[in-house]
């Protein structure tokens, strides 16, 4: 069997839906396949909006809430399912779990409501997907992925109990695929043990798809984008980018800790454990090949740029001058752990320590607040963080004209760069 991920790209409207339904369909002689689907389009980020309104004018949320779901209704229409009336009840039943937690007045930790409500966009992107699917006469059913992904409560980023995960994942989905069915789950959600919703981090979709893909033993894993397969750089940020044809494992997971944004930083782990080929493909070009990721042996690479916008620089000194040593840096990253701040880069002196990592605000001010009896913390935001492997001495002062280069380390074949004033889009030929 294969597992297939599509993304929110692939489906932000009516005609990707049928697309989607079209690989799918010519896909389906070949292997029983498992399908992970992302909430459609920008979703995501309208329910970010409702969340956060929740917390501010209720009334203001269940508006944006409402909005949602027209633009869902619309696809819906769009495709000619309006007269399904399971797949209306089921799309409504959602929508009405989201007003629920909108409309609660108790006291609700933010993190434990984003969760609740974040999920509905892949639950009902993932119910038109099935309906599609149906009315094209491709035998499928539809799976909760909360009933196959067990987590603890670390809410927003949800960490799996593999041991119970492999059990659920094997005793849902072997019988359906025995019967050649067509699984349609979603991306992104898992549940605890008090089946309360958990995500597993944002675009977490694609972990979703290793973690059943590796449970099932699946032949391979294949991730659909709008893009031709792995490059060389963004092609929305960079010129003259080129696509890789094949990856080692260990190039992939060294590109997504980067921050490489076509493959969640945690897909690869599992894959590997397992080796099962990770194939992307262009789902604007499904008849193309792209790039396979797999096995063991390094291979000569290209540059790979990968930039990470909206970075802070985060400034430890000791207070009393004392040195930073063993003690302090593991208090400093048991904190780290527990805000679930990513460390992108770090350097320490003799009685500082600095570390980059997204300019996330909130989270920030927290550290500030838990340090500031031990340490002076200076903060330096809205910075670009440029990582690249593989460098080419000739490309640095290209990449990083007229930048100002905050902080630079290199390890082995990569380079970091810390700069400022990056205009928004950067144009450079690597």
């Given at each position: 069997m294969v597992v297939f991920k599509f993304g929110g790209a692939s489906v932000k409207d009516a005609d990707g839906f049928r697309n989607?339904?079209?690989?799918?369909?010519?896909?389906?002689?070949?292997?029983?396949?498992?399908?992970?689907?992302?909430?459609?389009?920008?979703?995501?980020?309208?329910?970010?909006?409702?969340?956060?309104?929740?917390?501010?004018?209720?009334?203001?949320?269940?508006?944006?809430?409402?909005?949602?779901?027209?633009?869902?209704?619309?696809i819906i229409s769009?495709?000619?399912?309006?007269?399904?009336?399971?797949?209306?009840?089921?799309?409504?039943?959602?929508?009405?779990?989201?007003?629920?937690?909108?409309?609660?007045?108790?006291?609700?930790?933010?993190d434990y409501a984003y969760d609740q409500v974040i999920a509905i966009g892949e639950l009902v992107s993932s119910r038109i997907l099935e309906a599609t699917l149906k009315s094209?006469?491709?035998?499928?059913?539809?799976?909760?992925?909360?009933?196959?992904?067990?987590?603890?409560?670390t809410w927003r980023e949800g960490r799996v109990q593999w041991n119970i995960t492999n059990d659920q994942i094997k005793d849902?989905?072997?019988?359906?695929?025995?019967?050649?069915?067509?699984?349609?789950?979603?991306?992104?959600?898992?549940?605890?043990a008090e089946n309360n919703t958990v995500t597993l981090g944002r675009e977490g979709s694609d972990y979703t798809a290793a973690i059943i893909s590796a449970a099932l033993n699946a032949r391979s894993m294949t991730i659909w984008k709008d893009v031709?397969?792995?490059?060389?750089?963004?092609?929305?940020?960079?010129?003259?980018?080129?696509?890789?044809?094949?990856?080692?494992?260990?190039?992939?997971?060294?590109?997504?800790?980067?921050?490489?944004?076509?493959?969640h930083p945690k897909t690869i782990q599992p894959l590997k454990?397992?080796?099962?080929?990770?194939?992307?493909?262009?789902?604007?070009?499904?008849?193309?090949?792209?790039?396979?990721?797999?096995?063991?042996?390094?291979r000569e690479y290209p540059p790979?740029?990968?930039?990470?916008?909206?970075?802070?620089?985060?400034?430890?000194?000791?207070?009393?001058?004392s040195f930073i040593a063993e003690d302090h840096l593991a208090e400093l990253f048991k904190i780290f752990d527990q805000l679930r701040i990513k460390v992108n880069l770090m350097r320490n002196t003799a009685i500082s320590f600095t570390i980059c990592a997204s300019n996330q605000r909130a989270k920030i001010a927290e550290l500030q607040k838990k340090v500031?009896?031990?340490?002076?913390?200076?903060?330096?935001?809205?910075?670009?963080l440029y990582t690249i492997r593989h460098c080419n001495e000739t490309m640095l002062p290209k990449l990083l004209s007229e930048k100002i280069i905050i902080l630079e380390e290199r390890i082995r074949n990569t380079v970091q760069v810390v700069v400022k004033n990056a205009p928004d889009i950067v144009h450079k030929k690597h």
């Open positions: 989607v339904a079209d690989i799918i369909r010519n896909h389906q002689g070949e292997d029983s396949l498992v399908v992970v689907v992302s909430a459609t389009g920008k979703t995501t980020n309208a329910l970010e909006e409702v969340i956060d309104k929740k917390f501010m004018n209720t009334s203001d949320a269940l508006k944006e809430l409402e909005k949602i779901r027209i633009s869902h209704q619309h769009s495709l000619g399912l309006d007269n399904e009336d399971t797949l209306q009840q089921l799309v409504h039943e959602h929508f009405v779990e989201a007003e629920w937690i909108i409309e609660e007045t108790r006291e609700m930790n933010y094209s006469g491709i035998n499928t059913s539809w799976v909760d992925a909360r009933s196959l992904i067990r987590t603890d409560e849902t989905c072997l019988p359906l695929l025995t019967q050649r069915k067509v699984i349609v789950t979603q991306g992104f959600i898992g549940s605890t031709p397969g792995v490059l060389t750089g963004d092609p929305k940020v960079f010129d003259n980018v080129t696509k890789l044809d094949r990856l080692s494992f260990m190039e992939a997971i060294e590109m997504t800790y980067y921050g490489a944004k076509v493959i454990n397992k080796n099962i080929p990770l194939n992307v493909r262009s789902f604007i070009e499904p008849q193309k090949d792209g790039t396979i990721i797999f096995g063991e042996i390094e790979i740029v990968v930039l990470e916008r909206n970075q802070a620089l985060i400034h430890f000194s000791s207070k009393d001058l500031e009896q031990q340490f002076s913390v200076i903060i330096d935001p809205d910075l670009d």
